[in-house]
């Protein structure tokens, strides 16, 4: 279980890293369509970085979903070798998904995009927002996702474990 959680928060700090270097490697359409539409309105004619940087972004943002399947599969044939029980393998795969979450809502989310004005450097034009100040801006999103967890787990603990001799 160690394994899983500091696996989940590496690949959750690479995400962050990411996510941070965006502004300067996407166009602002595709970084702002993630933040409210105030925001999103003010800055979507900013301009575009030049096509170099954006393929450096698309390469960057290739090799991070690699690594991330990458660990997904780690995972999996963890359970798969260590003959995990349905409980323990849901336990794991939840573990993996809710740290990952976490740190999306508490770091990329109320820190990087609501706190810090990370974003109002790239986009001045966005300064004046509202949506800056809604900390609420994607709620339903996030927990539409947290509940559906459990279930993702769940299905995918089943199939992990569906052949195990363990009760």
């Known amino acids: 279980m160690k394994q899983t959680v500091k696996r989940s928060l590496t690949v959750s700090v690479l995400m962050g890293l990411l996510v941070m270097i ?6 602002p359409k595709l970084v702002l369509r993630l933040l409210p539409k105030d925001i999103y309105e003010a800055g979507k004619a900013h301009p575009a970085p ?5 393929l450096l972004g698309h390469i960057l943002t290739l ?5 991330f399947i990458y660990i997904m599969k780690k995972n999996t044939d963890e359970i798969r070798q260590e003959n995990l029980t349905f409980a323990e393998a849901f336990k794991r795969l939840a573990a993996f998904l809710y740290v990952e ?22 986009y001045p ?4 927002c509202a949506g800056w100040h809604n900390r609420g ?31």
């Open 22 to 27: 965006l502004p300067y490697l996407a166009p």
């Open 50 to 54: 030049s096509r170099k940087r954006q």
């Open 63 to 67: 090799i991070y979903f690699a690594y």
């Open 101 to 122: 979450k976490l740190f999306d809502i508490i770091v990329l989310d109320q820190f990087l995009c609501m706190s810090s004005g990370w974003y109002q450097r790239f």
């Open 125 to 128: 034009e966005t300064k004046d």
């Open 137 to 167: 801006w994607n709620n339903k999103q996030q927990i539409s996702r947290l509940m559906l967890y459990p279930i993702a787990c769940a299905v995918q603990a089943y199939l992990l474990t569906k052949g195990n001799d363990k009760a």
